[in-house]
């Protein structure tokens, strides 16, 4: 019986492990994706500016 509880426990562990390895990896993905996103919203506010002064300025 304590066996068959500490077999279960260190495949619990392991598994504890993984998905903390897991959560962490998605975590920088998702720091990674909004610093993409943080970049392309400000080339989108550059290009509009610039496409307003060029529509406002008469060409």
Do not use: H, P
Not at 31 to 44: H, M, N, P
């Amino acid at each position: 019986m304590r066996d068959n509880l500490e077999k279960r426990l260190a495949e619990l562990r392991e598994e504890y492990a993984s998905g903390t390895q897991v959560l962490a990896e998605l975590r920088k993905k998702q720091d990674e994706v909004q610093a993409t996103l943080l970049r392309i919203s400000g080339a989108i506010q550059v290009l509009e500016e610039l496409l307003g002064d060029t529509q406002g300025g008469g060409g």
